[in-house]
């Protein structure tokens, strides 16, 4: 047998995943009665925008080792994977498109934009889709989820009628939501007259304020059940 001066991946790791996939061993309901205590883990859902980056691929290694590992010591396990539809972003993303038709989404109308971005998703949506299989990962692909799916949106609002019957409706998460809107539309809006350092401090800022905001609402929720 002759072995071919360099590596060609298509030849191989096709066959290979798809050969995973038929092993149904992703899915934990086909996994052998061995496998009992779960183990889970929901991906971070991309956001439709566009396609994935190389964070995306190192968040993705890390998520397929945990899963892997656990999968190997006998885990009942399951990566659910699913993609985001980043409400705002996403516009933004088929408004640049239109804007290269020149025109833009008032020209469409409501009804016509919304098609537009649901043929956006359809697009990214599977392109992301692909581009994680293609890295190899260990999803359960039979419980593939978007983020404004029916069953989704309903659990979403189910999940807020439960925080209201707790009374949770004046804790952080709610009372900083003025604050997440401001950041991100800072971010959107393009900045004129700053400097790249300017920009760069500008960004570690509102890194470290979310992450601080994320932690109090953590602390105040905690609070707030313990009280219970």
């Not at 052998?32 to 925008?49: A, D, E, F, L, M």
């Not at 964070?55 to 396990?77: C, S, Y």
């Not at 949770?168 to 809107?181: M, Q």
């Amino acid at each position: 047998m002759k072995l071919p001066k360099t590596y060609n991946p298509q030849e191989v790791e096709d066959k290979i995943y798809k050969l995973w996939q038929r092993s149904g061993f992703f899915n934990p309901d086909k996994l052998s009665p061995r496998h009992k205590k779960p183990y889970c883990i929901v991906i971070p859902p991309p956001n439709i925008t566009g396609e994935l980056h190389m964070g995306h691929a190192l968040n993705t290694v890390v998520q397929d080792i945990l899963i892997r590992w656990r999968r190997m010591q006998g885990f009942k396990t399951l990566w659910v994977p699913g993609t985001d539809h980043a409400g705002i972003a996403t516009q933004n993303a088929v408004e640049k498109a239109l804007k290269k038709e020149g025109k833009t989404r008032f020209d469409l109308g409501r009804e016509r934009f919304i098609e537009k971005v649901w043929e956006w998703k359809t697009k990214y949506g599977n392109i992301i889709l692909d581009q994680l299989k293609k890295m190899g990962a260990s999803c359960d692909w039979s419980r593939t989820r978007f983020t404004m799916d029916k069953n989704y949106t309903l659990a979403v609002q189910a999940a807020f009628l439960q925080y209201f019957k707790k009374k949770l409706k004046k804790d952080a998460p709610f009372r900083t939501c003025f604050i997440l809107v401001w950041l991100f539309s800072l971010i959107l809006v393009p900045a004129k007259g700053i400097s790249a350092f300017g920009i760069f401090l500008a960004a570690v800022g509102i890194g470290t304020l979310f992450v601080l905001i994320t932690i109090f609402a953590i602390i105040m929720i905690s609070g707030s059940e313990n009280e219970e």
